[in-house]
């Protein structure tokens, strides 16, 4: 018995939507992959001497201050020059998605981040090492647009968030394989890093080769006229022969997206957009100004700033890295389950409480170039754990789930590039600024993330509405004219007035 719940259309659990979203995901791994990475190389030696010597003796330097010693423009411009091109090539990869579907946008996430992979593992100088990085940027942007999306529209409402949230649950295996592979390769010399960044070819060749196999999503099918293969991509993901209500649905959805030849004007300029355009952007915003990105990149940096030592730092990056996969999915199994709001709160109030404690423990212990005695050393990595944990079930799997569920079929690629492009310029900002940020305000810079924190804890209070179970093209009628606060903007005359 297909399991229902309040307007939602049948629907069972098919093989064919597991297999698909888990292929899909590859697109996650790679990103990850390129995270954990990212922060792994940049402490090694090996890697700095070949392109950053300058940061490689200010290291090495005795006296130099802990908090200071990774600081450099360039070094943080190798992390950051990925997300920029990412951003300009999420922009491009919603056309794509809207003209050519999900599935096609995936497979060239996947050519373009191959050519990222070959070039940055051969690179012989820094301008090889850049040009890598920002094919490496393309190959993320257009993943990054496609996948949820993808996810989003072949799920059922039912499990829709289980599924999407696989996505971040293979970002998370990717950063911790990275910081393995890391740990590993540190050891080899002088080219040790060389491994570590062509291992990024697995994620991509698994996409790749992965999305062949696929079907595309219903949504995007009917939307692009191919409307027998859509009632056909209906029937085998839904694994029901009754599809009659939810294509009917689908068709009024496309009806008013084939009128809209302008979504991103349309998006910005139809009030009755504001409320889906704002939850989308700012939760993926808030994702990043939890401050995990200063551990994903840099958690080596930091512990090695705590004193301790090379093998111990990316070691505990890899403790970091374990705990990050394992509690994703918690939001796996409970985010159809206890809804997307609850998890959000809950795990605001454990990160602000762990980001508060680390932030006193290093205000406290470490002043000026002296290592953090152990024991505080290891209860702040406990802290960080903590910390991560709740991200994990949270706001970083969220931030990708709700964007690509909350938009209309007419604005859904044009509003998720909104979510999926301030991701990348709040990681960049953050990629870039942060090893200056430390530098600078040294332990305040918890305190800094601390209170985004209660910022987005608020949101999550008061206005983010709750999806869970609520049927993709449902939306509108279900969630946003229901709201206490958003409802005023879904007026009637709104929808009329801004076809453009
Ligand atoms: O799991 C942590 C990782 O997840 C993301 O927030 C993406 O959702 C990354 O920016 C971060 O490095």
Known sequence: MAPSTGRNFPAKLTKQVVLCSLIAAFGGLMFGYDIGISGGVTSIDDFLLEFFPSVYEKKHRAKENNYCKYDNQLLQLFTS???????????AAAFCCKKFGRKRTMQMAAAFFLVGVVLNAASVNLYMLIAGRICLGAGIGFGNQAVP?????????QYRGGLNVCFQMLITI??????????????????????????????????????????????SLIERGKTEEGIKALKTTRGVEDVQKEYEEIVKATETANK????????????????????????????????????????????QTMGLGADASLLSAVVTGSINSVSTLVAVFGVDKFGRRKLLIQAAVQMLISQVFVGAIL?????????????????????????????AWSWGPLGWLIPSEIFP???????????????MICTFIIAQAF???????RSGIFFFFAAWIVVMGSFAVFLLPETKGVPIDEMNEQVWK????????IKPEDEQQAKC
């Open 363 to 391: 205000k406290q212990h470490l002043k000026t170039t002296n290592a953090i005695p152990m024991p505080y050393a290891y209860l702040t990595v406990f802290l960080i754990c903590v910390f991560v944990m709740g991200f």
């Open 482 to 489: 229901k709201h206490w606060f958003w409802h005023r903007f």
């Open 81 to 91: 020059s990925l997300y920029l091109a990412a951003v300009v090539c999420s922009w």
């Open 409 to 423: 079929l007419e604005t859904r690629p044009a509003g998720f590039f909104f979510a999926v492009s301030s991701n």
């Open 174 to 219: 990717g950063i911790l394989i990275a910081n393995v592979v890391n740990y590993f390769t540190s050891n080899i010399h002088p080219y040790g890093w060389r491994i570590s960044l062509g291992g990024a070819g697995f994620p991509a060749i698994f996409l790749g080769l992965g999305s062949l196999l696929i079907v595309e999503t219903p949504s």
């Open 435 to 441: 090893l200056t940020m430390l530098c600078q305000m």
């Open 260 to 303: 809209i030849k302008h979504p991103f004007r349309n998006l910005i300029m139809k009030r009755s957009s504001w409320p889906q355009l704002f939850c989308g952007t700012i939760l993926q915003v808030f994702q990043q100004f939890t401050g995990i990105n200063i551990i994903m990149f840099y958690a080596p940096v930091l512990f």
């Open 149 to 157: 999306l993808f996810i989003s529209e072949i799920a059922s409402a």
